[in-house]
C-alpha cells in the first residue's frame, strides 16, 4: 500500500486555513481530494479554467469531479476558490487544477497551499506539473520545451529561498521519467518537442536581457553574449518566471514534477511576440494536450 504524503513541518496541526485557496481542514479534505494523483499549474486562470473542461472530457467526465451547480457550454466545473478571489481551482476525478499567476512569489503561494492540502487529505504517490508558454532560445516558436534542470537568472541550477534572513539553496531538477514520457505522448501526436534546461527569472524584461522594458542599461553585445552564453554552456532552450520555484519547492517535498512549456518566440532573433492570435492560442493548446494525454495513459 503506498505511503500517504506527508510533509515534514512539525508545526502544521489538524486544524489549518488554506487562506489563498479558500479552504480549511474543516472542509472534508480526506473524502474531497483524498484520491487526487495529479496537481496541474499554470499561470493564467483561463487557460486552467480551458484545461480543466479538456481534461473533464478526456478523461470521460468522472464522476469524482466537483461540478457548478449551474453549468453552462464550457462552464461544467466548480471553481472551489472563487470565493478567495486569487487562484482559481477545480477538481477533475484525480486531478488538481490550479492557476498560479506570473513569477515565483505568486507561484510560492498557490504551491505550498496545495502541498498542505495534499498532506491534510492523506494523498498518495501525486506528481505535480507546470504547463505554460515561454520565450525560447535558440528554437523555433512552436516548440514545446519539457524542462530537464532550471536555472536561475545568474545561471545557478538552484533555487534561492530567503529564511529569516538567511539565503538557502535547493536543488531545481524535475523527474527524467516524466519528461520521458511527455516526449513520448509528443511523439505520437507529431508535437514537436525537445528535453533542454529552462531559466526562470524573477523579472520578464531585464532578467531576461530584454531590451524593451521600461529600463535598460545594458547593450545589445551583452544581452547577445549573455543570450549565447545561456544557450551554448548551460543548455538552456526558453526562459519563463516560475521553474526554479516550482522544481525547487517540489524536491523539497520529494514530489515527482514536470514542466511543460511553448515557445512563442525566439529570443536569439527578437525581444517582441509576433505571432497572431490564433496561432498563439493552438501553440498555448500543445502542453495542455501532453499533459491530458499523459495522465489518461497513467489513469
Given amino acids: ?119 491534510h487529505a492523506g494523498c498518495t504517490d501525486v ?46 531538477d524535475t523527474n527524467p521519467q516524466l519528461a520521458e514520457d511527455l516526449l513520448k505522448c509528443a511523439k505520437d501526436f507529431k508535437i514537436e518537442a525537445i528535453a533542454g534546461n529552462t531559466m526562470g527569472t524573477n523579472d520578464f524584461f531585464e532578467e531576461q536581457a530584454r531590451l524593451d522594458g521600461a529600463f535598460c542599461e545594458f547593450s545589445r553585445q551583452e544581452k547577445s553574449d549573455f543570450l549565447k552564453r545561456a544557450h551554448d554552456e548551460f543548455g538552456i532552450r526558453n526562459f519563463e518566471m516560475e521553474s526554479c520555484c516550482f522544481s525547487g519547492l517540489c524536491a523539497r517535498a520529494n514530489l515527482k514534477c514536470a514542466i511543460v512549456c511553448t515557445t512563442v518566440v525566439n529570443r536569439l532573433e527578437r525581444d517582441d511576440v509576433t505571432a497572431d492570435k490564433s496561432l498563439l492560442e493552438e501553440w498555448e493548446f500543445y502542453p495542455q494536450q501532453l499533459v491530458a494525454e499523459y495522465i489518461k495513459r497513467s489513469c
Fill in 1 to 119: 500500500m503506498a505511503e500517504k504524503f506527508c510533509l515534514s513541518n512539525p508545526n502544521l496541526t489538524d486544524e489549518d486555513h488554506l487562506y489563498h485557496i479558500a479552504l480549511s481542514t474543516s472542509d472534508n479534505l480526506p473524502q474531497r481530494f483524498g484520491d487526487v494523483k495529479y496537481v496541474c499549474m499554470g499561470g493564467k486562470e483561463r487557460r486552467m479554467q480551458k484545461f480543466a473542461e479538456l481534461l473533464y472530457d478526456t478523461l470521460g467526465k468522472p464522476k469524482n469531479s466537483e461540478l457548478t451547480e449551474q453549468p453552462t457550454p464550457g462552464h461544467r466545473l466548480k471553481n472551489i476558490s472563487q470565493s478567495g478571489g486569487r487562484y482559481c481551482f477545480y477538481k477533475v476525478g484525480p486531478v488538481a487544477i490550479v492557476n498560479h499567476g506570473i513569477g515565483n512569489p505568486s507561484l510560492s503561494v498557490v504551491l505550498n497551499e496545495m502541498l498542505k492540502l495534499i498532506h
Fill in 127 to 172: 506528481s505535480f506539473f507546470r504547463i505554460g508558454t515561454s520565450g525560447g532560445l535558440g528554437m523555433k516558436p512552436g516548440t514545446v520545451i519539457i524542462t530537464k534542470q532550471a536555472y536561475n537568472g545568474l545561471l545557478e541550477n538552484c533555487y534561492r529561498q530567503v529564511i529569516c534572513g538567511k539565503e538557502i539553496r535547493y536543488p531545481a
